[in-house]
């Protein structure tokens, strides 16, 4: 199983990034995908999550109406629009995933993931 996150960068307050978590080596429709991130000195926190049940997603306080995940199926990836960014986004972004169905109460503990990407840094500053 692997999961390549990347699209992170630096980026004007008030701007979009648009990240990619391109995945191999499960069935990727059987698969729930998360967000995480982690500001610098600050412990990991759920971002978003994309349920393989068709439709279903979560979001952070801090993300919802500014964050949109989505799937494409034929890729296997998952893709995170990051809009109306702030200071307070800076940091590194990871995609994590796990066959297990999540709910709005354990969706963003992080021990509930069986395998994490690398990370991808984004940097919001002008």
């Known amino acids: 199983v692997q999961l390549q996150a990347s699209g992170g960068g630096l980026v004007q307050p008030g701007g979009s990034l648009r990240l990619s978590c391109a995945t191999s080596?499960?069935?990727?429709?059987?698969?729930?995908i998360a967000w995480f991130r982690q500001p610098p000195g600050k412990e990991r926190e759920g971002v978003c999550y994309s349920s393989r049940v068709e439709g279903l997603t979560y979001y952070s306080d801090s993300g919802a109406g500014r964050f949109t995940v989505s799937r494409d199926h034929a890729k296997s990836t998952v893709y995170l629009q990051l809009d109306s960014l702030t200071p307070e986004d800076t940091a590194v972004y990871y995609c994590a995933t796990t066959p297990d169905l999540l709910f709005s109460y354990s969706w963003y503990l992080p021990q509930g993931y069986t395998y994490w990407g690398q990370g991808t840094l984004v940097t919001v500053s002008s």
């Open positions: 080596g499960f069935t990727f429709h059987r698969y729930n």
